[in-house]
């Protein structure tokens, strides 16, 4: 059975692979963007790099891009190539996979301006945080902190599975673990959460 890895950066054929925008496009499924932390005084340049990767017909998303509280880089130039990102998704037709670190409140304004599906890659956050984000169109993707974070746990316990994603992320573990934890938390076979996150993502991509 092959569990879908919604967001990896490894160089291995599930899923989807993030590609950093200083690499060469690859022959199978990715998304690429520019993350925030990655900002510099020529993200211009390297938004062009981007919109030019996205226009192949493997890349299945725009991202990962964002807002993070943690860096250093500047809160409105973030929000300034954020919004270029989800303006070009809009125009390439094509889901957005978003990295958000303490920026939920601002991230909720971004979702008004987007045509497309929005997916908040490694959520691990609070139950309120889950249900303002549902409430307002977002997708959620989980990935290891599922394994050990318990209130994340019943988070995902009452989360609509109609709109979850699962990933690896940068972490080095098997996603086929964490489609068993979650399904038990759920108290669904691994294969009907399986069917259920091809559903998924059948609809954010035929838009
Ligand atoms: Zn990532």
Not at 85 to 99: F, G, Q, S
Not at 147 to 173: C, I
Request: glycine share 4%; with cysteine; proline share 2%.
């Amino acid at each position: 059975m092959s569990f879908f890895d919604f967001h990896h950066h490894k160089k291995y054929l599930n899923g989807i692979y993030n590609l950093n925008f200083r690499d060469e496009t690859p022959e199978h499924l990715f998304s690429t963007g520019i993350h925030p932390k990655d900002i510099s005084s020529q993200w211009e340049s390297d938004f062009r790099r981007v919109k030019e990767a996205s226009l192949k017909s493997n890349c299945g998303a725009i991202g990962e891009c964002g807002l993070d509280g943690l860096t250093d880089v500047d809160e409105k130039l973030q929000e300034t190539v954020f919004e270029k990102h989800i303006l070009w998704a809009n125009d390439v037709k094509k889901p957005v996979i978003i990295h958000c670190v303490r920026k939920f409140f601002q991230l909720i304004r971004f979702s008004k301006i987007a045509a497309v599906p929005l997916i908040v890659h490694g959520f691990n956050k609070k139950q309120s945080i889950a249900d303002e984000l549902v409430n307002s169109g977002f997708y959620l993707s989980f990935g290891r902190a599922v394994f050990h974070n318990v209130s994340l746990q019943t988070v995902v316990k009452d989360f609509p599975v109609e709109r979850m994603f699962l990933e690896t992320d940068d972490a080095d573990f098997d996603i086929a673990e964490l489609y068993e934890k979650v399904s038990e938390l759920k108290n669904i076979t691994a294969e009907d959460l399986q069917n259920q996150i091809f559903e998924n993502l059948e609809r954010i991509r035929n838009l």
